[in-house]
Each structure stands twice: as C-alpha cells, then as structure tokens.
C-alpha cells in the first residue's frame, strides 16, 4: 500500500466515504431512470484505475469530483427522514460487508487487481470511460465480488437493469464503491464512527460542501 493511504484525516476520510455514496447513489440512478450525472460517474470509474495516485485527492480529482457524494452523505447523516435514503444506506451497508469479505479473500483480491489492471490498459488505448474499459471491470466485478455472499440485489426499472450498458456501469459503480471504502478504511475509518460519530461526521461534510462550493464559484 502506497503511503497516503494510511494518512489518517478527518478530510481523506470523508472524500472516500463519499466516493462510496456516490456510487451508490449513481447505481440508484441508472437502476431507475437508465441515467446518472456523467461527470459524477466519471469520476467513481477513475477512482478504480487509481492504483499509483500521490494522494487521496488524487483518486477523486479531489472534492469537486465527489460533490453528488457528498450532498448524498450530508443527507444521510442529517437530512430529516425525508431527505435520508434507505436503499442507497442499504448499498453502501452492503458494499461495507462485502469489503471486509473480500479483504478475507486474497485470491479474490489478486484477480481483481489484474482485472483492474486489465482495465488500465484498456484506457490507455480507449480512453477510461470508453464502454470496453467498463465492461471489463464489470466482469471482474462479476467474477470475484459477486461471487461473495449475500449477493447486493439492485432495486429499479426491469427495463433499465436489463439494458447491458446499464448492467456494466452499475457493476463498475459497485467496485468503484468498494475501492472507496477499502480507501476509507485505511484513512482510518471504522464502522462505530458511522453510528457514535455522526454529528462530527455531518459537520465536516458540511464543511467540505461549503468550501466546494466557494472553489467552483471563485
């Protein structure tokens, strides 16, 4: 492991547990409306070919890349029971099971890393949002972390889980949401802070929002 990635802050914690809303809340996107912000879904599929960043930010293009992320935690940590979304909590508590399942699993791990390098190389050639690139990773998805149980069973439209193109961007999505919180774990995180943590958690999301807010204007 590189050395930022045990750079414990209260910023990279929460840069990568967004990531992992994020690409929740895209999965949830496509899975019920066939669409999800580009830029957003874009910056999710980087995050997996991100194996050699200097930095957390670097994953994420940093905090201007998770913004949808970040608005979905805040929400989640402090929104009323209105703006809190359960099936997207429920992908993410899922997502954070299958992580530590996975972590248990080194032969799962060695071949998602050479599907993720696999799809590295793809890039290169393709550009990384190019649909090859994400098919790729899609089938690592399909043939390491589903493989664990339980399987996470995506919620929407039959008509738009049964578009392939669609079937590959949430798979990817799925494994950009596990390499963040693999991300957040060795930043620190843990799944008490979640629960007993949650005020000083909605307060500096507040503050990377804010302070996002002030970069894209300025």
């Keep these: 492991n590189r050395e930022y990635l045990v ?21 949830q996107d496509i899975a019920q409306t066939g669409h999800c912000p ?12 991100q194996t050699d960043a200097d930095n957390v930010e670097a994953v994420f293009n940093g905090s201007q890349g998770v913004l949808v992320g970040l608005d979905q935690l805040h929400r989640q940590l402090q929104g009323s ?11 993410v508590v899922s997502l954070l099971y299958l992580e530590r399942k996975l972590w248990r699993r080194g032969d799962l791990l060695k071949r998602v890393r050479e599907g993720i390098e696999r799809a590295k190389q793809q890039s290169n050639h393709f550009g990384e ?15 390491t972390v589903s493989t664990l149980k339980p399987r996470i069973l995506v919620n929407g439209e039959h008509i738009h889980l049964s578009n392939q193109d669609n079937a590959n961007r949430i ?35 507040a503050r ?9 204007i300025s």
């Design 7 to 27: 750079i414990q802050t209260p910023t990279n914690r929460i840069l990568a547990l967004a990531g992992a809303f994020q690409a929740a809340r895209l999965v």
């Design 38 to 49: 580009q830029d957003a879904f874009r910056t999710n599929l980087h995050s997996v070919l």
């Design 81 to 91: 029971k209105e703006r809190r979304d359960i099936q997207i909590a429920k992908y």
């Design 129 to 143: 949002d190019h649909a090859n690139v994400v098919a790729g990773l899609a089938d690592t998805y399909v043939n």
């Design 171 to 205: 798979r990817t999505l799925l494994l950009a949401g596990l390499r963040a919180l693999v991300l957040w774990r060795q930043c620190g995180g843990k799944r008490w802070q979640l629960i007993f943590r949650q005020r000083a958690l909605a307060r500096d999301t």
């Design 208 to 216: 990377m929002l804010a302070q996002s807010d002030t970069s894209s």
